[in-house]
């Protein structure tokens, strides 16, 4: 039955990690700053809110983190010196950035995982559900994840998360749901979460990906959530309590998305994201994809 709730309108986004992965590029630059063909990749989460009516960002760093905040501010000099050229196209992409939405920005300070990443959006966030959008996953535009779980939200009240279904030798990367079908087909609802399972504990193949939409009452649960895998305030076993007693903040449901995603948290995943999204841009796309044909009937000969 379709009930009344709150209308989301801010989005959070943790962005305080330290990019091990990525060493020795993220030394010295934020993990998020790193470009996907010409963007950063934070900005694809950025517009990727806004795309869904959620034009209040917070963006929740840590040291180093200063280059995100002047990705998203104007540059007068740079615009001045374009503005002189007259290069109203580039001069248009610099001022994208600054215009996307009002960001703010609040500092985690210790590293103590993604569940205390999104305590320290409380005092921003206040009482009503807000979305999580975590900058390794990337979703493409022409599928409106995040729009589709903020209706589920609506209708059913509560927290929603993104799910995939994955190969189960792959479950152990990810939070994994025990789920239950409901009347529409691409919604469960989530009787259990555990993070990061062995493949012969996992509840099911559906693994948690980086979108949710929160009610507040995370809050609450996440002051008092002791520290979990690696030693981190985990944002599942949060929701698992939720999930475990609807009276403390609502149901779970969770959003089966089976669209086009690109993981930029993995090195080699990261490069396959540029070449899927170089390959599909009208002004790169077709000398590109010519030269990786090319490209790869040359390796192919080669072997």
Not at 168 to 173: G, K, R, T, Y
């Amino acid at each position: 039955m379709t009930q009344s709730h709150p209308r989301i309108s801010k989005a959070v986004i943790p962005a305080a990690g330290l990019g091990t992965r990525f060493l020795p590029a993220t030394k010295a630059t934020p993990k998020e700053m790193l470009p996907v063909v010409d963007k950063p990749a934070i900005q694809y989460v950025v517009e990727e809110a806004v795309a869904a009516g959620l034009g209040d960002v917070l963006m929740v760093t840590g040291r180093n983190k200063r280059p995100l905040e002047d990705h998203f501010d104007r540059n007068y000099e740079l615009e001045s010196a374009l503005q002189k050229k007259g290069d109203a196209g580039r001069l248009a992409k610099v001022q994208e950035s600054s215009d996307l939405a009002m960001i703010h920005y609040v500092r985690q300070g210790d590293p103590k995982g993604l569940g205390h990443a999104v305590l320290c959006a409380e005092p921003h966030v206040g009482h009503k559900p807000f979305a999580v959008l975590l900058g390794d996953d990337l979703i493409d535009p022409r599928d409106p994840l995040l729009q589709r779980m903020i209706d589920v939200q609506e209708q059913y009240g509560g927290s929603v998360i993104a799910l995939m279904e994955v190969a189960p030798e792959q479950i152990h990367l990810y939070g994994c749901a025990a789920v239950e079908a409901t009347e529409d087909s691409d919604v469960v609802k989530v009787g259990g979460l555990v993070e990061k399972p062995d493949a012969a504990d996992a509840p099911s193949n559906y693994a948690i990906i980086g979108r949710y939409v929160l009610d507040p009452n995370i809050f609450g649960i996440l002051r008092t959530t002791e520290p979990g895998r690696g030693g981190e305030i985990q944002l599942t076993d949060a929701l698992q309590q939720l999930a475990a007693d609807e009276k403390t903040g609502g149901p779970v449901h969770g959003v089966v998305f089976k669209g086009r995603r690109y993981d930029t948290g993995d090195r080699g995943d990261y490069l396959r994201a540029i070449v899927r999204l170089a390959c599909e841009r009208e002004d790169l796309g077709p000398d590109f994809r010519t030269w990786l044909r090319s490209y790869v009937a040359e390796e192919m000969q080669g072997r």
